[in-house]
């Protein structure tokens, strides 16, 4: 039951619930799936480190899948096994190096399509990197995993601060 004084109608406030949960689901997350309440010591020292060590971990896994799937948050439960867990054979032959992959999850086909979306980008990226600083670079590769938060914006650098005087 939901009892309200607010003005707004009911979809309305259940999307604001949801976007609440939704800015709560990624501590969950940390806690359950990635250990970050799993470890205790009593060196402080270490235990920030371990910290630090997971939240940089969830982030650049938090950024591969949202260059995988942009429009979409995946929790690491799902997204792990779905984007880690396929066996892979590496083939040579004829002077040519092969890595065949055999995905036994039901959605293989979507996970080839991403993950060659996801090739095909960072060569283009790396082809043009020439002529790109390395925060021009970030910010193509956070414009395309954030498309949902820019609207199809682009990021650009910040521009630097001028030097005390």
């Given at each position: 039951m939901l009892i309200t004084s607010l003005p707004q109608e009911i979809l309305t406030v259940a999307q604001w619930y949801r976007d609440r949960a939704d800015a709560e689901n990624p501590f969950d997350e940390l806690k359950n799936h990635w250990g970050w309440g799993g470890f205790t010591t009593r060196d402080l020292k270490r235990c920030r480190f371990m910290a630090r060590i997971t939240a940089l971990t969830y982030n650049w896994w938090s950024l591969f899948v949202r260059l995988a799937n942009p429009h979409q948050h995946t929790e690491a439960i799902t997204s792990r096994p779905l984007l880690l867990q396929a066996p892979a054979r590496v083939t040579r032959h004829a002077g040519q190096t092969r890595l065949i992959i055999s995905h036994p999850h039901a959605q293989a086909a979507w996970v080839e399509q991403v993950c060659r979306?996801?090739?095909?980008?960072?060569?283009?990226?790396?082809?043009t990197a020439e002529q790109l600083t390395f925060r021009q670079c970030w910010c193509r590769i956070l414009s395309r995993a954030l498309v949902k938060y820019l609207r199809g914006r682009e990021l650009?650098?910040?521009?630097?601060?001028p030097a005390p005087a």
């Open positions: 979306e996801i090739a095909a980008f960072f060569k283009t990226l790396r082809q650009q650098p910040p521009t630097p601060l």
